[in-house]
């Protein structure tokens, strides 16, 4: 029985015209995070269970790959949990590894591991695949690319005033506009909770208001609602997450409705500085807005949180997003050590690139000269000058076999070649070769020891 050829659910091919499209993409990308400093980092593809579980809350670690243990290691599972229905310890129990969920706790693995060969503030940036076990939609796939920029072991906000001027670069070069970057922060989300009877659930409003724009605000009521909120909470909750205007009026007026709220205070203070520096900058591509709404349900949050979203005249969902972090590094033995990271959604971005034609028209590498098979003498003058084409950086490629010419010319037309150089018999005699155009026909005879140098020229 033959086997369907399939891609598994979640994942993609990617063919040569596809690829050129990613790696022009991921080329201004890289060039963007070397611009500001950052420094390349790559890290396995797997990282042990203990180091992913626990960073992301309990809906991110149910989206963590895990690999199965084998031989030995998976006569050790616990097969007594499954015997009392605790499947969460028994899924553990066959598992001592995953694949990465992001590019994040990793960099805080390797921070805290090479700590003493690192120079601080450590900025670096990583792009590499990542996996989650979520459900494939438009924009949201099962193994996806992930652009990372992070800064290590300093508080300074004028770094969250950097990150911001990076989403500006990237979206500037690929030509796209009208992005809105929303900002918020963690302390005046937690000031906000406060003011309920439920100041304990910070978790679990971020991860409800998270849901907003999938599940509705009604929808955020009733997780909250079966989470402990009281009506009442939440009715304080929407009252103040609805304020809208520019950050000096939101700021203003959250200032006083967090009056009695440390935290808040401290989170309004933080982005005011941010604000005032931003007004250094004159952005391109981007609109900055506090939105009150913006959670980011990974708990490893601490302070500024950001989230791009492309044009409003693109259905996708957030592009972009990232925030403070002040305790990553603690899990695994490293103190005090704060950082702050954004991260490009490569896969969306690439999508929303296709959608408006941004990619160049001539981005798409493809054979520039095709030399045509007529027989060994040929091949053997084909061969020594195809060399000295692409030794100039011009792509060129020999037809395998001796066929028919029309056959050779029909497979120059598929690929788009623009040109076929023919060596016949009255060639090779006059020292000679045939340069076709494929676009018009037209073909000219020009000197052998002439023919490298007209290419490279046309």
């Known amino acids: 029985m033959s086997i369907k050829p399939n891609t598994p659910k979640g994942t993609r091919d990617f063919s040569s015209k596809v690829l050129s499209k990613r790696n022009y993409l991921k080329d201004i990308i890289t060039r963007a995070f070397e611009s500001f400093a950052f420094e390349a980092l790559e890290t396995p593809s797997f990282e042990r269970l203990t180091t992913l579980t626990g960073k992301y809350g309990d809906e991110g670690d149910r989206l963590i790959f895990k690999i199965l243990n084998s031989g030995e290691k998976l006569k050790k599972a616990d097969v007594k949990s499954l015997e009392i229905n605790d499947l969460k310890k028994f899924?553990?129990?066959?598992?001592?590894?995953?694949?990465?969920?992001?590019?994040?706790?990793?960099?805080?693995?390797?921070?805290?591991?090479?700590?003493?060969?690192?120079?601080?503030?450590?900025?670096?940036?990583?792009?590499?695949?990542?996996?989650r076990a979520d459900r494939p939609q438009h924009?949201?796939?099962?193994?996806?690319?992930?652009?990372?920029?992070?800064?290590?072991?300093?508080?300074?906000?004028l770094q969250e005033v950097e990150m911001i001027s990076l989403f500006?670069?990237?979206?500037?070069?690929?030509?796209?506009?009208?992005?809105?970057?929303?900002?918020?922060?963690?302390?005046?989300?937690e000031g906000i909770v406060n003011l309920t009877e439920n100041k304990n659930n910070l978790?679990?409003?971020?991860?409800?208001?998270?849901?907003?724009?999938?599940?509705?605000?009604e929808g955020v009521e009733k997780e909250l609602i079966s989470k402990g909120f009281s009506q009442s909470g939440i009715e304080k909750i929407k009252n103040i997450i609805k304020l809208e205007g520019s950050p000096e009026i939101i700021l203003n007026e959250l200032e006083e409705v967090l009056k009695d709220s440390n935290e808040g205070q401290k989170g309004i203070n933080e982005l005011r500085y941010i604000f005032s520096k931003l007004n250094c900058f004159k952005f391109k591509s981007i609109n900055i807005k506090i939105d009150l709404t913006l959670a980011r349900g990974l708990n490893y949050y601490t302070g500024m949180i950001v989230e791009a979203m492309g044009p409003k005249n693109v259905k996708m969902g957030s592009i972009g997003g990232g925030g403070r972090y002040?305790?990553?590094t603690n899990s695994f033995g490293l103190k005090n050590m704060s950082g702050i990271g954004?991260?490009?959604?490569?896969?969306?971005?690439?999508?929303?690139?296709?959608?408006?034609?941004?990619?160049?028209?001539?981005?798409?590498?493809?054979?520039?000269?095709l030399f045509v098979n007529i027989g060994d003498k040929s091949v053997d003058i084909a061969l020594n000058n195809i060399d000295k084409l692409r030794s100039k950086g011009i792509i060129s490629e020999i037809f395998p076999t001796n066929i028919k010419l029309s056959k050779q010319l029909n497979y120059a037309n598929k690929k788009k070649i623009p040109f076929v150089v023919i060596i016949g018999d009255e060639e090779m005699k006059n020292r000679k070769v045939t340069l076709k155009s494929m676009e018009n026909g037209k073909q000219t005879q020009i000197p052998l020891n002439q023919l490298v140098n007209k290419l490279y020229n046309l």
């Open 168 to 189: 500006d670069r990237v979206f500037n070069d690929v030509k796209l506009k009208g992005v809105t970057v929303k900002i918020n922060h963690r302390k005046i989300i």
């Open 326 to 328: 002040d305790e990553l």
């Open 91 to 131: 899924s553990f129990s066959l598992s001592e590894k995953a694949l990465r969920y992001d590019l994040t706790v990793p960099l805080a693995r390797f921070v805290a591991g090479n700590q003493n060969n690192l120079i601080f503030p450590y900025r670096r940036y990583q792009i590499q695949n990542v996996w």
């Open 203 to 217: 978790v679990d409003y971020t991860v409800a208001i998270d849901k907003l724009e999938k599940i509705g605000i």
């Open 139 to 157: 924009g949201r796939f099962q193994e996806f690319y992930q652009c990372d920029a992070d800064i290590v072991g300093n508080r300074s906000l």
């Open 342 to 369: 954004i991260s490009f959604g490569f896969d969306r971005l690439y999508l929303i690139m296709e959608e408006l034609d941004l990619f160049p028209i001539n981005i798409n590498l493809n054979t520039e000269v």
